[in-house]
């Protein structure tokens, strides 16, 4: 039977000031330490560009979780986001564009 609890985000350095307030239990590692244990109710803050990741068991992630500062620039390394229900990757590339209609 498939693991379907279990998630990993992967480590990425994003440009926001990020704060995070866990409501499930869960594991986070910032820079490159090893993955800590963080109890629901810890805050956790990540200042821009710190590298973090998380990771879930059996319960997926629910947290609150406040980013500011620069919220528009992606980082350069950040994965392409999943299709819901799928378990590919999307590319940008392969997504359709609208195309323009011509008024006839």
Same mark, same amino acid.
């Given at each position: 039977?498939?693991?379907?609890?279990?998630?990993?985000?992967?480590?990425?350095?994003?440009?926001?000031?990020?704060?995070?307030?866990?409501?499930?239990?869960?594991?986070?590692?910032?820079? @490159?330490?090893?993955?800590?244990?963080?109890?629901?109710?810890?805050?956790?803050?990540?200042?821009?560009?710190?590298?973090?990741?998380?990771?879930?068991?059996?319960?997926?992630?629910?947290?609150?979780?406040?980013?500011?500062?620069?919220?528009?620039?992606?980082?350069?390394?950040?994965?392409?986001?999943?299709?819901?229900?799928?378990?590919? @990757?999307?590319?940008?590339?392969?997504?359709? @564009?609208?195309?323009?209609?011509?008024?006839?």
């Amino acid at each position: 039977m498939p693991d379907r609890g279990r998630r990993t985000r992967p480590r990425l350095a994003d440009p926001a000031d990020e704060v995070y307030l866990p409501l499930t239990g869960a594991r986070w590692s910032t820079d @490159q330490s090893p993955y800590v244990a963080r109890e629901p109710g810890t805050a956790l803050h990540h200042a821009p560009a710190q590298p973090h990741a998380i990771h879930t068991d059996a319960v997926p992630l629910l947290a609150r979780y406040l980013w500011r500062g620069d919220l528009h620039t992606r980082p350069p390394h950040r994965p392409t986001p999943l299709k819901p229900g799928l378990n590919t @990757q999307t590319s940008a590339t392969t997504t359709p @564009q609208p195309q323009a209609r011509a008024h006839t």
